[in-house]
Each structure stands twice: as C-alpha cells, then as structure tokens.
C-alpha cells in the first residue's frame, strides 16, 4: 500500500496568514493526489483532485501543487472559516489511503 | 441536492456482525462508484471500500479483507456494507461517499453525515 505523510501535525495561524501544508506519497503517485477539509463532527469536503484543480464551489485562496512524491496544499489568505483539519489522499492505486491530517487552529 | 443518508450502526460485541445501509438521493446512483471511509474516535480517515456502478467490481483496504462486503441495489438507490468478525478497531464512524471522476481522476465529493459503529464488550 501507499503511505501518505503529512506536515505539520499542527499548525497555528492568524486571518490573513498564508498557510502552507505539506503531503508526501511513499512512491510516485504521478498527480493522483486528493484534498480535503474537515470540521469538527462533520463530513470531509472536497478541495482539490488531480494535485490541481479546485472542485467546484471552493474559493480560489485554496491551491494545490506537486507530482511525483511531494505535494502543497496553499491557503493564500486564511479566513475564520477555514480553521480545519486537511487530509490528502492518493487516487493512484486502492487503498486510496489518505495522510493523517493536519489540523490548523488560531 | 445530493444527499447520501447512512444507517445501520450501533454497539455490538466483538466477533459480531453488523450491516449498514446507505440511501442515495438526488443524482443517478447507478452511474456512480461508491465508497465507505471510517473515521475511529479522534483519528484519521480510512478508505475501506468502494464498488463499480454495476457491482461487478469491489475492492477493499486490507484490515477488512474477508471480514466485510460492499454490495448495492441500484434499483433502491441504496448501498451496503456487511461486516461480519467486528473487532474493537473497527469502532469508527463510517461515511458512504460518491466518487467524483474527471479525466483519470477521481476523488470523493459527496459524503453521508455518518453512522457511529461500536465494537465493544
């Protein structure tokens, strides 16, 4: 199976600050890497799929970069509902395994 | 609107069994790939499962190999998760989720509120 690793476990942030988390795949996984947010008692929402490219409906302060192994999730300018754990997830091969999660706080 | 409604969870003993139910509504269901992911108490996300639009083809995470099945009655617009051999590290709660393809890609874009599965004595 593909193990996903994420950093930070944490991080705190302010509104306005750019947030920067980081995913890595234990093999290339090409571009075949998913984002997610998750809120307390809540379902995932989708971010981004194809490392890319925003679902639908989500703000364009939300971006993804990376192929191969190492990926970027980029929050350009946090706002108060975006404080979240974010999970990314490989689409390459099942088990679609997802990364433990990054939870950023205030 | 897209809504995906699971139910069927609940306390059960290990070695137990248990069958989950999820409703679809709100999109063609037969047309989809479907999917459970679990979340234990505090934790991550896991994939368990998924199954093709026409049941012909399912695949499941190693840890529930043998012990749970995916199956789906497309004309109920409903999708099952049977588990069967319940131990304490299966207590999560489980979401069905719709899979979202574009291209080669694919990822998971509408998920049910989940239903809570303990296994305990």
């Known amino acids: 199976d593909i193990q996903m690793t994420q950093s930070p476990s944490s991080l705190s942030a302010s509104v306005g600050d750019i947030v920067a988390i980081t995913c890595r795949a234990s093999q290339s996984i090409s571009n075949y890497l998913n984002w997610y947010q998750q809120k307390p008692g809540k379902a995932p929402n989708l971010l981004i799929y194809?490392?890319?490219t925003l679902h639908s409906g989500v703000p364009s302060r939300f971006s993804g970069s990376g192929s191969g192994t190492d990926f970027t999730l980029t929050i350009s300018s946090v706002q108060p509902e975006d404080f979240a754990t974010y999970y990314c997830?490989?689409?390459?091969?099942?088990?679609?395994?997802f990364g433990p999660g990054t939870k950023v706080d205030i | 609107e897209v809504q995906l409604v699971e139910s069927g969870g609940g306390l059960v003993q290990p070695g137990g069994s248990l069958r989950l139910s999820c409703a679809a509504s709100?999109?063609?269901?037969?047309?989809?790939?479907m999917s459970w992911v679990r979340q234990a108490p505090g934790k991550g996300l896991e994939w368990v499962a998924n199954?093709?639009?026409?049941?012909?083809?399912?695949n499941f995470v190693g840890s529930v190999m043998g012990r749970f099945s995916i199956s789906r009655d497309n004309a109920k617009n409903s999708l099952y998760l049977q588990m069967d051999s319940l131990r304490a590290e299966d207590t999560a709660v489980y979401f069905c989720?719709?899979?979202?393809?574009?291209?080669?890609?694919?990822?998971?874009?509408?998920w049910g509120q989940g239903t809570l599965v303990t296994v305990s004595s």
């Open positions: 194809g490392a890319s």
């Open positions: 997830q490989q689409s390459y091969s099942p088990p679609a395994t």
């Open positions: 199954i093709r639009p026409d049941g012909s083809e399912r």
């Open positions: 989720a719709t899979i979202f393809t574009s291209g080669v890609f694919s990822a998971h874009d509408y």
């Open positions: 709100g999109f063609t269901f037969s047309s989809y790939w």
